[in-house]
């Protein structure tokens, strides 16, 4: 990924200002999340999002209400760029009832039906023929919503992913396959796992059509999600996304990454960052000033450091919570 020249075209100042605090938010979030882990608050596994904002930023730009979304265990990105509550989240991550899933489903089992986001998965790919489900029953329904359903390059490997290829494909479902390739399956890097140099490509076995986008660009992914929205909502079926992003942290807050050089994650972050461009495209196109941008950083530092407070002072799940949402009551 080569650097680039700041470049904003199609968008106002406040879709570009509502980008960046967007983005912001899920950065700080999941560095709080980070020191909270590091202090023992935090409990199981963590997976961070740092470096890969853009991506689903610029793809809930390009939804409507009602479309849905569903995703893997680097999950918490996903839930603040749809409108869930930082509070809610953190109490999740946290164990505690005002967590989302009432503190039992923590960082990669969390559900909003209200914002139409559908986990949160910790089994690698088991989402995907899930979110064709998903699309099939808007499609029988006659609806016109689309569902986005996100998996990584390592899932792309996944058996389970072709089998939901096929059936999307015959039964042409409103859904758009965005791949998540921040270079890394865990720790083997995409060129050691990966028969294809693009992964999207392997629709075309299938019939479905899509594209690689830059994903560390929320104006191309916003773009890119668009063209793939306006696809489904044809009734054109299926649509592939290869995002290509970067993620600056292990695979989870107990990686180390040693799999791969200091220079290499630095290099990212200087000329790639993603919510450095935004901020670049904002200053240099006089939308906002260096102090505007400060207010910004600052009231989401507010925010996150409310969603810390909440999660702390949140109580622990009764044992008889234990007992809830196991079953369903049919008449």
């Known amino acids: 990924m ?16 509502q980008f960046y605090r967007d983005m912001l938010l899920i950065r700080r979030f999941e560095e709080k999340a980070g020191q909270l882990y590091g202090m023992g608050l935090i409990g199981g596994f963590c997976h961070l999002y740092i ?3 853009a991506v689903v930023v610029g793809l809930e730009a390009a939804t409507e209400e ?11 990105g996903h839930m603040l760029a749809c409108g869930m509550d930082p509070n809610g989240v953190m109490a999740e991550l946290t164990g505690r009832i005002g967590g989302y899933s009432k503190g039992k489903g923590g960082s990669m089992h ?11 998965h910790g089994i690698v790919g088991a989402q995907v023929p899930i979110g064709a489900g998903l699309a099939f029953a808007d499609k029988y329904k006659d609806n016109g919503r689309v569902t986005f359903t996100y998996f990584g390059d390592g899932a ?16 042409d479902l409103p859904v758009v396959f965005v791949i998540e390739n921040n270079q890394y399956a865990m720790g ?45 909502r044809a009734g054109k079926g299926p649509y592939i996304l290869e995002v ?16 791969r050089t200091r220079e290499e994650v630095q290099k990212m972050r200087e000329e790639r960052d993603p919510i450095d461009h935004v901020r670049d495209l904002l200053l240099t196109g006089k ?14 530092k507010a925010i996150v450091n409310a969603s810390a407070d909440f999660s702390r002072e949140s109580p622990e799940p009764p044992v008889d919570e234990l007992y809830t949402d196991i079953y369903a009551e049919v008449s």
């Open 2 to 17: 080569a650097a680039r020249k700041p470049k904003a075209s199609n968008v106002s100042a406040d879709e570009l200002t």
């Open 188 to 232: 083997t890097a995409m060129k050691r796992s990966t028969s294809t140099p693009d992964i999207y490509t392997r629709g075309e076995a299938f019939g479905i059509p899509g594209e690689a986008v830059d994903g560390m660009d929320v104006l191309a992914v916003k773009a890119a999600g668009e063209k793939a929205v306006a696809h489904c």
């Open 110 to 120: 969390m559900f909003s039906a209200e914002k139409h986001f559908y986990g949160g």
């Open 244 to 259: 290509k992003t970067y993620r600056y942290r292990g695979h989870s807050m107990s990686d180390p990454a040693k799999y």
């Open 51 to 53: 470096g890969q904002e």
């Open 156 to 171: 792309a490997n996944q058996g389970q992913v072709y089998e939901t290829f096929n059936m999307a494909a015959l039964w």
């Open 287 to 300: 939308h906002a000033t260096e102090d505007d941008l400060k207010a910004i950083d600052k009231e989401i």
């Open 66 to 76: 009602g479309d849905k979304r569903i995703t893997s265990y680097r999950d918490h």
